[in-house]
């Protein structure tokens, strides 16, 4: 009997550890470890919906720059804010709004101020079939239609409470997800009418979503500013990385993504 | 069991033994040195966690009472019967205990979602299983389950068929014999087992959030609560956690207590 609770205490133990939530840190924390002297390596935290386009932007700054290698870790923005008070060792902090940055501010993290690099707003997106007929945002108060937003606590969520105010409207979400990227999915799969997202996410979605704009989105924008850390081994090539995101190419690939100027 | 015998064994291996009990204990006390007693108790028993914790000990109750009606006879059919692929049966169900549970939720979404394989099946009949409670459980018992079937059959064949064959022998039917002779020896194992369900229903995080989304009383138990608790109010997660924690030692002092009495 008793090697059953031993057997069944260690399944506990295994479902445990697979049971672990999305954060998602790897690999970044060997990233400058193993470099040669005249090598250099920057670790770049970013909102996960800059991946895309900073996976890009990585690629076109190491061959500007010979020598240099960057990393990636891409999270929500406040896991990442999280991490770096931790002392996660990154070199740049990409936000995809001002409140997780001015955190990293107040706790002196950041080296000189933050420079704004994009902003985004919301749309509306339904699966490709638009199965309840949603064209406006009012048809998001329509209690038939199952519409997916953001949780309150995240940006996505307060930039969806705050369309939802200027429009005048009161939808009843039948979820409220924890990110962007979990309301997309459930739109995706066709289990959810319509969620409200970035025009960014629509753009990266392809034809798996239809996108609907409405007017109201214009008055709640998301800014993202990035900053070079104080805890980088490597200033300079920091502070390069965030300048070539302001930048004109760094711009370029931005808008390409659907990010609109800062 | 708590006689300390250390005849035989090489005083070294006390030293790993003792890192990895220290590697265990020394997270949970972080965690309760980061607990703001002060406000723990409005924090724990505020609106939404209250929510939280009834849904996630209501949906873990109905979650254990099904792996108890699916899971015993399972156990059955594996311990007392053979049959050709067996065996592969015996992984196939064993596999949500390995499986990543986000995984699970993405396979349960495509089976019960609208748009799934059982998906018209269930609108037929009416149901709306998409971001209800009754997602939630089904996302429980999917992860729970293998719980109660590995520890129960273990306690099957541990007990042996000698009392239903006498008893058979004695002119009982298999009805009878299952009723008054097999399940009254393995009942010990068969509670150790459902409290070991219960438990990781209630921790079930992964599954649930992919599968049945996350709405205040309806599909947000207290695992997505902490999650998205941590976004905004760190010590409200924190103590949610503890609570977690908590209940955790409960369900590991009931089933070593089950033990122990045989």
């Known amino acids: 009997m008793r090697s059953i609770v031993v057997s069944a205490a260690s399944i506990l133990l295994l479902a445990t550890t697979t049971a672990c939530g999305t954060s998602d840190d790897n690999g970044s924390d060997d990233a400058a470890t193993s470099s040669a002297p005249q090598d250099t390596s920057i670790t770049v935290f970013a909102a996960a919906s800059l991946k895309s386009s900073f996976t890009e932007l990585g690629s076109a700054f190491e061959k500007a720059n010979p020598g240099v290698t960057v990393t990636f870790n891409f999270a929500g923005s406040s896991d990442l804010v999280a991490q770096i008070q931790q002392g996660a060792p990154a070199d740049v902090f990409a936000s995809a709004d001002t409140t997780n940055m001015d955190k990293a501010t107040a706790d002196d993290l950041v080296a000189g101020s933050p420079t704004d690099v994009a902003t985004n707003t919301l749309e509306i997106a339904t699966p490709p079939g638009n199965p309840a007929g949603v064209d406006s945002i009012d048809d998001l108060a329509d209690p038939d239609v199952k519409v997916v937003l953001c949780a309150p606590e995240v940006p996505c969520g307060a930039a969806a409470a705050g369309v939802e105010k200027a429009a005048g409207i009161s939808i009843s979400p039948v979820s409220e997800e924890q990110s962007v990227t979990d309301v997309l999915g459930k739109v995706v799969s066709g289990e959810a009418d319509a969620g409200l997202v970035y025009v960014t996410d629509v753009k990266a979605a392809g034809d798996k979503v239809r996108g609907v704009t409405f007017p109201e989105s214009s008055r709640v924008v998301n800014t993202y500013p990035i900053a070079a850390l104080t805890g980088s081994k490597h200033p300079d090539v920091a502070k390069a990385f965030a300048d070539f995101v302001a930048g004109d190419q760094g711009q370029a690939v931005l808008a390409a993504a659907g990010f609109g100027a800062p | ?262």
Request: hydrophobic share 55%; proline share 5%; net charge positive.
């Open chain 2, 1 to 262: 069991m708590a006689s300390a015998r250390t005849s035989g064994l090489p005083r070294w291996v006390l030293v790993p033994a003792a890192a990895g009990a220290l590697f265990i204990v020394l997270p949970l006390v972080a965690l309760a040195s980061r607990v703001q007693w002060g406000s723990f108790w409005s924090l724990v028993t505020s609106d939404s966690s209250r929510e939280a914790l009834l849904l996630s000990l209501r949906t873990s109750g109905t979650a254990t009472v099904l792996c108890v009606v699916l899971g015993v006879p399972m156990a059955l059919v594996l311990a007392r019967t053979s049959f050709r692929g067996q065996a592969l049966i015996r992984s196939l169900v064993l596999l949500p205990l390995v499986l990543p549970p986000v995984v699970g939720g993405i396979a349960l979404l495509y089976t019960f979602g609208r748009q799934g394989l059982l998906g018209e099946t269930i609108d037929v009949l009416g149901l709306q299983i998409a971001f209800s409670t009754t997602a939630v459980v089904i996302a429980q018992t999917f992860v729970s389950l293998p719980f109660l079937v590995v520890s129960l059959e273990g306690t099957l064949r541990t007990a042996g068929q000698r009392y239903e064959v006498v008893a058979s022998t004695l002119g009982a039917r298999p009805t009878t014999v299952l009723r008054r002779v097999t399940l009254p020896l393995v009942l010990p194992g068969l509670a150790a087992g459902a409290v070991l369900s219960f438990a990781r229903a209630l921790g079930e995080f992964g599954a649930t959030i992919t599968f049945a989304g996350s709405l205040e009383g309806v599909t947000r138990t207290l695992p997505l609560e902490i999650y998205l608790q941590r976004e905004t109010d760190p010590d409200a997660a924190v103590a949610l956690s503890l609570v977690l924690v908590v209940v955790a030692v409960l369900v590991i002092g009931l089933v070593r207590g089950r033990s122990n009495a045989l």
